[in-house]
């Protein structure tokens, strides 16, 4: 079972910042991505920005320039720093987790964290 708790989020004004944090744990065997996806109101849910254990990172086109991932491996940890904020990055923004534990291989999610972005 893994287990993943998100902070951070919150209410910001356009050209604001926020950064947000997640934490894994439980019986991981292996971590091979981390990332952050986003669902806005009425839309899909996106990739944000991912990143691998080995530090290769995909960054959403919308959002490159703006935003970074980072991780701590042994911390099993990745934050995304949003800087200059916009109305439209509003979204609920969840933790991904690409692992292996000893009972399921695959995507684990976190419950979301609401990022406001409004003057």
């Known amino acids: 079972q893994v287990q993943l708790v998100e902070s951070g989020g919150g209410l910001v004004q356009p050209g604001g910042s926020l950064r947000l944090s997640c934490a894994a744990s439980g019986t991981i065997d292996r971590i091979y991505t981390m990332g952050w996806y986003r669902q806005a109101p009425g839309q899909r849910r996106e990739l944000v920005a991912t990143?691998?254990?080995?530090?290769?990172?995909t960054i959403s086109g919308s959002v490159e320039g703006r935003f970074t991932i980072s991780k701590d491996n042994t911390k099993k940890t990745v934050s995304l720093q949003m800087n200059r904020l916009k109305p439209e990055d509003t979204a609920v923004y969840f933790c991904?987790?690409?692992?292996?534990?000893?009972?399921?291989?695959?995507?684990?999610w976190g419950q979301g964290t609401q990022v406001t972005v409004s003057s």
């Open positions: 991904n987790v690409n692992a292996r534990s000893r009972s399921f291989a695959g995507d684990y």
């Open positions: 990143i691998t254990t080995g530090g290769s990172a």
